[in-house]
């Protein structure tokens, strides 16, 4: 099965700074890749997601690189907020598959 | 804005006692997960269900888990006898087609004691 690595566990910036979040992954037939951002006491919420025909994708403050070739995707938070302290995981999954394979978790935090 | 819900949010049971974990999906959804979070670990996947039968599940979804959509708007799962080792959160989702975006409830922590 899949097996996603995700880097930092921990990450702290200064707040305006940016935040860069690693994640590998093991199968080449995954196509499907989520950031989630769990806030504490909360579910994981979906903030951004890359597809393995696209090389990036931006939404305002965030956006996310892939690489296919080296099976590493990464996270990238630029003008980061205090707001944006929250555990990130990163996800695959391969597109016969029914499940989201989870990376172990970046806990950032923003200093004011 | 449509969202998962689950309940209840805090569930505390004797070890050997059955739980029912509930999940009210998103109305339009196709697809229901059940996950856990033990604390301070990654969310694993327990079991995906779709068309009304378990369409992949993990090796942590043994013969003590079940799921089931009773009224076709409940998704629950249920851990017959519970371990101390299932102490965790458990998180129910829900998406439209298999790769797209997965709505997560806020989760239920189930604590055995």
């Known amino acids: 099965g899949e097996n996603v690595e995700q880097h930092p566990s921990t990450l702290s910036v200064q707040e305006g700074d940016s935040a860069v979040i690693k994640c590998t992954y093991s199968?080449?037939?995954?196509?499907?890749f989520p950031w989630y951002k769990q806030e504490l006491g909360k579910g994981p919420q979906l903030i951004i997601d890359?597809?393995?025909?696209?090389g990036e994708k931006k939404d305002q403050r965030i956006a996310v690189t892939l690489n296919k070739t080296a099976k590493h995707f990464s996270l990238h938070i630029t003008e980061t907020q205090p707001e944006d302290s929250a555990v990130y995981f990163c996800a695959a999954i391969e597109n016969t598959g029914n499940q989201f394979y989870f990376g172990t978790g970046t806990s950032l935090t923003v200093i004011p | 804005e449509p969202e998962v819900t689950q309940t209840p949010s805090h569930q505390v049971t004797q070890m050997g006692q059955e739980v029912i974990l509930r999940c009210v999906p998103i109305s339009n959804h196709l697809y229901f997960y059940w996950y856990r979070q033990i604390l301070g670990q990654k969310v694993e996947f327990l079991v995906s269900f779709y068309n009304n039968e378990i369409s992949e599940k993990s090796e942590i979804f043994d013969d003590q888990f079940s799921v089931e959509r009773p009224d076709g708007s409940n998704f629950t799962l249920k851990i017959r006898s519970t371990k101390l080792e299932d102490s965790a959160m458990y998180f129910c989702?829900?998406?439209?087609?298999?790769?797209?975006?997965?709505?997560f409830g806020q989760g239920t922590r189930l604590t055995v004691v």
């Open positions: 890359i597809r393995s025909n696209v």
């Open positions: 199968d080449s037939a995954s196509n499907y």
């Open positions: 989702a829900s998406s439209v087609i298999r790769e797209a975006e997965a709505f």
